[in-house]
């Protein structure tokens, strides 16, 4: 993960603590917070921002996701980070995100013969 986003997650744990299961988002009633509670969370951090544009937490998973094998990240990594069971998925989804990968696959079977 990039460094800035390592240090505000390790600032924000050393401010407010973790659970015993590592959860750092946590609410008074539950151990982590449900998907109803980061959507509220998202909605009011959307309006104090002055976001009109439908935007959903989700769609900052795929933008992630998106970005990752556009910028040479193996998507291996991208399915494992994602929690898909199955790199397939991944694969099938941002594969056309893969920047001239027939193309330099190409080339390095070329050099091998």
């Known amino acids: ?11 924000y744990e050393k401010d407010h603590g973790a659970d015993v299961h590592g959860y750092l988002l946590r609410t008074r009633r539950s151990a982590h917070w449900a998907h109803t509670t980061l959507e509220y969370q998202w909605n009011a951090a959307k309006k104090r921002a002055g976001i009109a544009r439908r935007l959903t937490a989700y769609s900052l998973r795929h933008f992630f996701a998106s970005n990752c094998p556009a910028k040479g990240i193996p998507v291996a990594d991208v399915a494992e980070w994602m929690g898909h069971k199955n790199i397939n998925m991944t694969f099938k989804i941002y594969r056309h995100l893969m920047p001239a990968s027939i193309g330099r696959a190409a080339r390095l079977l070329n050099k091998g013969l």
């Open 1 to 11: 993960m990039p460094w800035t986003v390592r240090e505000s997650l390790l600032r």
